[in-house]
């Protein structure tokens, strides 16, 4: 089959390579139908994440059609079309049973494996382990471009930003960063029924588009980002802030939003310290969480997609074919440039 192979930093090809197989009973070979980029494959390009190593095939996210099962797998056949998440899961270790597979310690300690420990999704087939845990049915009247982005950037945003952050019914929130996972996050905090949904970026078409996804009020990230959501808030600032960028200065910014009782929730990616006025935080009872995401939330997210509630096929903006799949990366990486947020791919 063809894959894209990571040849160390900046360098990947898409090539042939052996066909993927049944290595343990509890594994599922899914030749893949739908996949997509993340940012963190473009972190992982960059050199960023030392784990991977040249040869791995890239890419977390996938939707497929089951092309053989171990003896051991006895929820999925072969024919079964299925969501293939970021997370791994044995479902039986200790972080599985308290519903935080992230740390699964079965497939490696952590949970995202794929493109990362073993190799992924950006391919024509993968083999996923622990395949009765793992992976997820797609109900049928959800496509397979709608069912992708609940792979990883709808999980995050809903589970680290909005479940972590306890959004609730009338609060008011700020979210800082409308990429796909800070748009996620808008596009679920209306689940739970907030009044106020305030999205904050440097870039006006992913303001324009946040508002298409649910926010309420725009703000364009300066120096005057504060003044303008506490005139929002009563002047208080939100009950929660939301972060989705993943730099100190952005984290820093959304620490800066919330008002005293309020929760801030750090989705970014942080690859540096960050320093935080803890001496303010702590007597404005400010609660701070943080995570890699679990995707336990796929099967509600999955019904809600189904019912309507949940548009998930707004996210993905350009469509590429695995032929393409260099020039998706290129309209990825300049994501702004080409007003672009997930890149959907397919074999044609
Ligand atoms: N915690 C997790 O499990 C998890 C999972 C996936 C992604 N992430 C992280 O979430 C973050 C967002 O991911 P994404 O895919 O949406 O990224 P993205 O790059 O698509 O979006 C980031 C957004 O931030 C905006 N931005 C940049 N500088 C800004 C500033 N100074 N002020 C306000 N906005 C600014 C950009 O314009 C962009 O719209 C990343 O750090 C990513 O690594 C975390
Ligand atoms: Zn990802
Ligand atoms: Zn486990």
């Not at 390009?45 to 784990?51: N, T």
């Not at 540096?272 to 939330?297: C, F, K, Q, R």
């Not at 990825?332 to 080409?338: I, Q, S």
């Amino acid at each position: 089959m063809k894959a894209l192979v990571y040849s160390g930093p900046g360098r990947k090809d898409w090539r042939d390579v052996p066909d993927p197989a049944i290595q343990e009973p509890t594994d599922a070979v899914v030749r893949v139908d739908t996949t997509t980029i993340c940012g963190t494959d473009l972190h992982i390009l960059h050199g960023d994440v030392a784990a991977v190593t040249e040869g791995r095939i890239l890419g977390h996210e996938a939707v497929g059609t089951i092309t053989a099962v171990g003896d051991g797998v006895k929820a999925f056949a072969v024919g079964d079309r299925v969501l293939v998440p970021a997370i791994t899961k044995c479902g039986r270790c200790s972080y599985c049973l308290r519903g935080m597979p992230s740390h699964c310690q079965t497939v490696g300690g952590i949970g995202w494996i794929f493109g990362h420990l073993i190799d992924g999704t950006q391919a024509e087939a993968v083999r996923v382990p622990f395949a009765d845990t793992s992976l997820y049915a797609v109900p049928e009247n959800v496509t397979n471009e709608q069912a992708i982005f609940l792979a990883d950037s709808l999980p995050t945003g809903y589970e680290v930003g909005v479940l972590a952050g306890h959004v609730q019914p009338g609060d008011t929130v700020a979210v800082v960063g409308a990429g796909a996972v800070g748009l996620s996050a808008i596009q679920t905090t209306g689940l739970w029924g907030a009044s106020k949904v305030i999205a904050v970026d440097t870039n006006k078409f992913r303001l324009g588009t946040a508002l298409e996804f649910g926010a309420t009020d725009i703000v364009e990230a300066g120096p005057g980002t504060r003044e303008s959501v506490l005139a929002m808030t009563d002047g208080l600032g939100v009950d929660v802030a939301i972060e989705a960028v993943g730099f100190p200065e952005t984290l820093q910014t959304t620490v800066s939003l919330v008002r005293p009782g309020g929760h801030v929730a750090n989705i970014g990616v942080h690859g540096v310290a960050v320093e935080l006025p803890l001496h303010e935080m702590w007597i404005h009872n400010i609660t701070m969480t943080m995570g890699l995401v679990d995707t336990v939330s796929i099967p509600i997210l999955l019904k809600m997609v189904a019912s309507g509630r949940i548009a998930s096929e707004k996210m993905g903006t350009h469509r590429f074919t695995f032929g393409q799949i260099n020039e998706a990366y290129d309209v990825f990486g300049n994501a702004a440039a080409h007003e672009a947020l997930k890149v959907v791919i397919t074999p044609e």
